[in-house]
């Protein structure tokens, strides 16, 4: 259980960046709206859609992917929509959907301090330090943060490149088309009608410790 909270924590804090403003004027990016597409490489293969409405207040990603050890192949479909303090993770094989507690929203909506200072501090709180150096992806200019995690290389609060390393196996997904204040469509933030929904309850203790990290 514990896993899946800190999965969920970890695939939705990247897209919670330095632009996440007072809960009355709730915004994660400076645009309302984007599409951005990613490819994979490495030992996993794929694509990964990020849908983005609302000025981040909405959010959705899908992705397929195939990974290939020793010779044995692994093929992935997964999705994972946000809205507002809600997380749904979409688990295709199953035919089910984990719903659960953005557990950031809180520490982003209601804060009063530097939204710019609050994101570098979460980034370090994951354990990433600003390199210091940028690199220009499809023409964005994007900060460069090291961890033991891996690289993440992020342009106004989004991630347009991580590089991981699990068990020995990288990875690497790059942003490979950007589209912003785009329409976007309203199903993509659907939760599938054929799905069983489940509620995943976070850990006792687990937002004080993540209040703690981020000075909330």
């Avoid at 645009?31 to 609302?54: A, L």
């Avoid at 989004?158 to 589209?179: N, P, V």
């Avoid at 976007?184 to 054929?194: A, C, Q, S």
Wanted: net charge positive.
């Amino acid at each position: 259980m514990m896993k899946k909270i800190t999965l969920i924590f970890l695939a939705t804090f990247i897209s919670i960046g330095i632009y996440a403003q007072k809960k009355s004027n709730y915004k994660v990016f400076p645009f309302k709206s984007g599409i951005i597409e990613y490819q994979k490489t490495g030992k996993t293969k794929g694509t990964t859609t990020k849908y983005i409405d609302e000025y981040g207040y909405k959010q959705a990603d899908y992705g397929e992917s195939v990974t290939k050890i020793f010779g044995h192949k692994t093929e992935e479909k997964e999705g994972t929509i946000l809205i507002g303090p809600t997380v749904y993770t979409i688990n295709y094989k199953e035919n089910t959907v984990n719903k659960g507690k953005n557990p950031v929203y809180e520490t982003y909506a209601n804060s009063k301090g530097n939204y710019d200072e609050l994101g570098r501090k979460s980034m370090k709180a994951l354990g990433f330090s600003d390199t210091g150096t940028t690199e220009t992806i499809l023409g964005k200019k994007c900060e460069i943060w090291q961890g033991s995690l891996g690289e993440i290389c992020v342009w106004k609060g989004l991630a347009l490149r991580t590089k991981t390393k699990i068990f020995g196996m990288k990875m690497e997904e790059t942003a490979i088309k950007i589209s912003l204040d785009v329409k976007v469509p309203k199903d993509k933030f659907e939760v599938p009608k054929n799905m069983k929904v489940e509620e995943v309850e976070m850990p006792e203790g687990f937002q004080e410790g993540l209040n703690s990290l981020f000075g909330g």
